[in-house]
């Protein structure tokens, strides 16, 4: 690669925007070289020590072997004894069996180790590596439902090719990290450290985007940035930026040829963002799907619509999930109410069952995983946040049309607190809020009350799934104090006994996650304390009436 770059030096000025980006490229390209031939010679300079900290000798390949001055350097290297007893090394070595996992310098580093390439486009901070961890072992894999090791890569492949995607990236992940610090009731200085750095990260993220998008040969890749970042944003309960970058985004797809010139990944990012903006401002979504995109994803008539029967994929060891995936989702199907909902709420529950029994398995069996399996969650929520059911004349009210709604928001609810994770973010409030307020309705009639009466069980699930997923949130001790009382009249007395009727619906035991468990242990408290002191009266009514005789 040349240190110099020839132009055309009467096309030089201020107006030339193509050549001004050329040479943009250039500067950036040559530093990232420099630092990483520096990196490099630290790297090389640093082997000796980390040879002498292996377990096993450390075998020099063929070209170091025959390398012109071997000799000298490590004689200068002050190495004599091993460069004598390498022949005697090297024989003991080849009689030891191969031990996985041992490293060296010719293995990939890992990831508790240095960057030693400074592959960055920009200097790291301890918090900015911080950030970054969380980036790869939480924020990514808990974005993505499925195939979260390539979503990873690919990102990041992102990242290497637009420094300002690399910002946005750790933005994301910083914003992320805040938000389970807090829930998690981290030291407030850390906490407030982390937040002056996540600021200021995002105010560097933001310069740097506004300079890309004063050229107007905007590329693909800007696209997905803006759209990125309108993504963050609406999951981190920010609808001012979210109404700014969507009318950026808006002009940047007309720019790029609409939305029919976009590449599926993209597209799958664009759509997941105007979802989670149609939740945070509660309207539908404003990009219409293409035919092209939704032909793409390669198993959505096997998942949604086939009868493939997916729980054959799993062996005996998960013989008991297998049965509880078996019944998911057969108590809609078998309620009295069932038939008088509308054909596409049906739907909506089919499919949603579906899509449920198929992210189980394979979580557990990774090799039926395609690349665009997680654009069947995307599909299943749009269509979802899309539809509308208005209320219908309290005349013509019934369990059926009063549940619409509810079922509705639930779905939804489920779908990103237990396939994408985002109950820590500030969006889940705003997908809680409809849902309580559906609940709460009077007019045209009291529409907890008749639920309660007509379909108890499913009104248990449709309050727990909001108790878990308001956990953190504004409404939650709303659930809890509801979830009390039905439960005493549901006469529910363990989890289990819980969890049978949450698993008939759509409810299913993730490792790790005990948000069930622990919103139980919040109803049943309650419960217990009333239970003993009703119990305690009635003794002491007994008590009395017994000595009066």
Not at 64 to 86: C, V
Request: hydrophobic share 40%; glycine share 6%; with cysteine.
């Amino acid at each position: 690669m040349t240190d110099f770059l020839f132009i055309d030096y009467q096309n030089d000025s201020r107006q030339n925007r193509s050549l001004k980006k050329q040479k943009y490229g250039f500067v950036q390209r040559t530093s990232h070289r420099k630092q990483r031939l520096v990196a490099i010679g630290r790297l090389k300079s640093s082997t000796l020590v980390l040879r002498q900290r292996l377990p096993l000798p450390y075998i020099p390949s063929e070209i170091e072997r025959t390398e012109p001055g071997r000799a000298e350097k490590i004689e200068q290297d002050g190495s004599e004894s091993s460069a004598a007893t390498a022949g005697t090394d090297t024989q003991q070595f080849k009689q030891i069996i191969p031990v996985a996992g041992i490293g060296s310098p010719k293995t990939l580093l890992g990831d508790g180790f240095i960057d030693p390439f400074s592959s960055s486009a920009f200097p790291m901070t301890e918090f900015m590596n911080s950030f970054f961890h969380q980036l790869r072992h939480f924020t990514i894999p808990g974005s993505y439902p499925l195939d979260k090791s390539r979503m990873s890569v690919w990102w990041w492949q992102q990242g290497l090719s637009q420094p300002v995607i690399q910002l946005a990236l750790l933005v994301s992940a910083a914003g992320h990290q805040n938000a389970m610090n807090s829930l998690n009731n981290t030291a407030s200085g850390h906490l407030q450290q982390s937040v002056r750095e996540h600021l200021r990260l995002q105010g560097n993220m933001i310069g740097m985007l506004n300079g890309l998008l004063r050229d107007t040969a905007a590329a693909k890749s800007t696209v997905l940035i803006v759209g990125s970042l309108r993504a963050i944003e609406a999951i981190q309960g920010n609808v001012e930026a979210v109404v700014a970058h969507t009318k950026g985004l808006e002009v940047l797809i007309q720019l790029n040829g609409g939305l029919e010139a976009m590449d599926h990944m993209i597209l799958s990012k664009l759509y997941h963002g105007d979802i989670m903006r149609a939740a945070l401002t509660n309207t539908p979504p404003t990009l219409p799907l293409t035919a092209t995109w939704r032909s793409e994803i390669r198993q959505e008539t096997e998942v949604f619509y086939s009868t493939r029967n997916f729980m054959t994929y799993l062996d005996e060891r998960y013989r008991k999930t297998a049965f509880q995936l078996y019944v998911l989702g057969t108590s809609f199907f078998a309620a009295p109410w069932y038939e008088g909902l509308e054909d596409s709420m049906k739907n909506f529950l089919h499919l949603s069952q579906r899509s449920i029994q198929y992210y189980e398995v394979a979580c557990l069996r990774p090799s039926i995983i395609l690349p665009t399996d997680n654009d069947l969650f995307v599909l299943l929520e749009y269509q979802l946040i899309s539809i509308r059911y208005p209320q219908k004349p309290a005349a013509s009210c019934t369990i059926s049309t009063l549940l619409h709604e509810p079922l509705r928001l639930t779905l939804f609810i489920y779908l990103n607190m237990c396939v994408w994770r985002f109950q820590v973010f500030p969006v889940m409030q705003y997908m809680v809020n409809p849902l309580l307020q559906s609940l709460s309705s009077t007019a045209p009639v009291p529409t907890l009350e008749r639920i309660k009466q007509g379909a108890p069980d499913v009104l248990f699930w449709i309050l727990f799934m909001g108790g878990m997923a308001s956990r953190g949130h504004e409404g939650h001790s709303w659930f809890v104090a509801q979830l009390v009382e039905l439960t005493l009249d549901l006469g529910i007395r363990d989890w289990f006994g819980a969890r049978e009727i949450l698993g008939g619906f759509l409810f299913s035991d993730q490792p790790g996650q005990l948000g069930g468990e622990e919103l139980w242990e919040q109803v049943i408290r309650p419960e217990q304390l009333r239970l003993l002191s009703t119990s305690d009266t009635e003794c002491g009514l007994r008590s009395c009436q017994y000595q009066t005789h």
